[in-house]
C-alpha cells in the first residue's frame, strides 16, 4: 500500500474557475442556450465569489409561460 496524500489546493481551482478560458466556456454554452430559443429571454454572464456563472431566464410574462407548459428553457439545455 501507498502512503500518497492528495491535498486540493483551493486557491488554485478557485483562480482556475475565474480564468478567461473558462469564462468563454461557459459564456459559449450559456450563448448556444440563448440562441435556441425564442423571444423574451435573456442571457448573462458574471464572476461569483468562487466561480464565474452565466444563467439564461425567461424575461417576459410570455416567455415565463411558455418555460412553465414546455419546459423551454430545460430543453434548450439538452
Known sequence: ???????LNSS?????LKSDGIKN???SHA???YSSLGDGY??????G???SNAMVWA???KARKDNKK?????????
Open 70 to 78: 414546455n419546459n423551454t428553457l430545460l430543453k434548450a439545455i439538452r
Open 59 to 61: 424575461s417576459s410574462r
Open 25 to 27: 466556456v461557459i459564456n
Open 49 to 51: 465569489v468562487n466561480r
Open 12 to 16: 488554485g481551482v478557485k483562480e482556475l
Open 1 to 7: 500500500m501507498s502512503n500518497f496524500k492528495f491535498e
Open 31 to 33: 450563448q448556444r442556450i
Open 42 to 47: 435573456k442571457v448573462d454572464q458574471y464572476d
